[in-house]
């Protein structure tokens, strides 16, 4: 599947018991060995003056990465059992942290996903706990629930 198709996003964030939700429009698509969903989000949720920030998450069996660029600029990235190196920056902070990752999955409808344990439709789910460390300090830990689904208009 080379082209993209638009996409109804659904963040769920759980960071130490508090549970924020949040929607988002955009694409996925399928390249090579790897699923990317794209979309774009006001830096300070509200504020339209704040500025944006575009997201790409590429997902691959086993890892998952999250690279965000605009009035904010981050990377993390997700491999089960293992801790890996990011950074975040924005005008008032920039630092390195590290992600541990205690979980990661991909829940999908589509039962015929390819080799690569893949969906070739929708929708899925993407999950993962981790733990965030910012300085060699745990800064907290997260739930995350990324759902997919077709955009309907």
């Known amino acids: ?3 993209s198709k638009k996409v109804r996003i659904t963040l769920k964030s759980m960071q130490d018991g508090s549970l924020s939700t949040h929607s988002y429009e955009g694409e996925w698509f399928r390249k090579e060995r790897s699923i990317f969903i794209r979309y774009s989000e006001q830096a300070v949720e509200g504020d339209p003056n704040a500025g944006e920030v575009r997201t790409l998450v590429r997902y691959r069996p086993d890892e998952l990465s999250i690279v965000r660029r605009g009035v904010i600029e981050s990377e ?3 491999a089960p059992g293992r801790r ?4 975040y920056r924005s005008r008032a902070a920039s630092f390195p942290l590290e992600t541990e990752t205690l979980q990661l999955s991909l829940q999908a409808s589509d039962r015929n996903a390819d080799a690569e344990q893949l969906p070739s439709k929708l929708p899925f789910t993407l999950e993962w706990k981790y733990e965030l460390h910012v300085s060699d300090q745990m800064s907290g830990r997260f739930h995350i629930r990324l759902h997919i689904q077709e955009e309907l208009n």
């Open 76 to 78: 993390q990235l997700f």
């Open 84 to 87: 890996r190196s990011g950074h």
């Open 1 to 3: 599947m080379g082209d």
